[in-house]
C-alpha cells in the first residue's frame, strides 16, 4: 500500500513538473513503437501465446519440473495465506460487529437507567 501511494506521489510530482504542452510527436519513435507493439499480427500472437495457460505450461514444465514444482508449491503456499487473512479479517469485522451491539446495549440500558426517553 505504501508503495502505491509513493509512486502516486512521484508520478504526481513529475507531472506538476511537465511543460504545459509535453507530448511525443505523431511520427516519433515512441508513435512508431507503440503502433508496432498493437499492430494486428502482434496482438493476435499474444493472444494466441495466452491461451489458457495449460499449453504453455504443459511445456515449460516438461522442461523446467523442478522449477515448475517450487512454483505449484509457492502458489499453494499463497492461497493459504490469503485464505487465513481473509479468515482472519472475517473474524476480525465479526468480533467488532458484537463490540459495537454490546455498547449500544449498554447504552441504551444506562439511557433507561438515567430515565432519557431516546433509550
Known amino acids: 500500500m505504501i508503495?502505491?501511494?509513493?509512486?502516486?506521489?512521484?508520478?504526481?510530482?513529475?507531472?506538476?513538473?511537465?511543460?504545459?504542452?509535453?507530448?511525443a510527436p505523431e511520427n516519433g519513435a515512441f508513435a512508431?513503437?507503440?503502433?508496432?507493439?498493437?499492430?494486428?499480427?502482434?496482438?493476435?500472437?499474444?493472444?494466441?501465446?495466452?491461451?489458457?495457460?495449460?499449453?504453455?505450461?504443459?511445456g515449460f514444465c516438461a522442461d523446467h519440473r523442478d522449477l515448475c514444482a517450487v512454483g505449484r508449491s509457492l502458489a499453494g503456499y499463497a492461497s493459504f495465506v490469503t485464505d487465513a487473512a481473509a479468515a482472519r479479517a472475517r473474524t476480525s469485522i465479526e468480533e467488532r460487529t458484537d463490540m459495537r451491539s454490546e455498547a449500544q446495549r449498554a447504552e441504551e440500558?444506562?439511557?433507561?437507567?438515567?430515565?432519557?426517553?431516546?433509550g
Open 3 to 23: 508503495f502505491m501511494l509513493r509512486a502516486a506521489f512521484w508520478i504526481a510530482v513529475v507531472a506538476a513538473f511537465a511543460p504545459a504542452g509535453f507530448s
Open 32 to 58: 512508431r513503437e507503440a503502433h508496432a507493439i498493437l499492430s494486428v499480427p502482434a496482438r493476435e500472437a499474444a493472444l494466441a501465446a495466452s491461451g489458457t495457460g495449460q499449453e504453455l505450461e504443459a
Open 109 to 118: 440500558i444506562f439511557a433507561r437507567a438515567a430515565g432519557e426517553p431516546n
